[in-house]
């Protein structure tokens, strides 16, 4: 079994601040991708960012130089700091991951239970 757990969402004013933490536990073999998605009403779920193992990142263009993600494959955790929260940052904030389980070893999706993350203007 694996499970991703994620944590720090929650109730911020416009120009605060917010991180979030999402941890992978189980029966790993290794992680390949982590990232966040995000789902608002009515909205698709769209990508926010994304890091690699080796620590390329990659984010949607209404964050860039806003949120920075990062991660500790020690702790097999992602992060996202959420600086400069706006109302349309409103959503529910999905943690996933690419992780290949000790058995079998194929590469798969696998997603949180989502936080939600509340804007007010």
């Known amino acids: 079994q694996v499970q991703l757990v994620e944590s720090g969402g929650g109730l911020v004013q416009a120009g605060g601040s917010l991180r979030l933490s999402c941890a992978a536990s189980?029966?790993?073999?290794?992680?390949?991708?982590m990232g966040w998605y995000r789902q608002a009403p009515e909205n698709q779920r769209e990508l926010v960012a994304q890091?690699?193992?080796?620590?390329?990142?990659n984010y949607a263009d209404s964050v860039k130089g806003r949120f920075t993600i990062s991660r500790d494959n020690a702790k097999n955790t992602v992060y996202l700091q959420m600086n400069s929260l706006e109302p349309e940052d409103t959503a529910v904030y999905y943690c996933?991951?690419?992780?290949?389980?000790?058995?079998?070893?194929?590469?798969?999706?696998?997603w949180g239970q989502g936080t939600q993350v509340t804007v007010s203007s």
């Open positions: 996933y991951a690419n992780l290949i389980r000790i058995w079998p070893r194929v590469p798969s999706d696998y």
């Open positions: 189980g029966s790993l073999f290794s992680i390949n991708a």
């Open positions: 890091i690699t193992s080796d620590g390329r990142t």
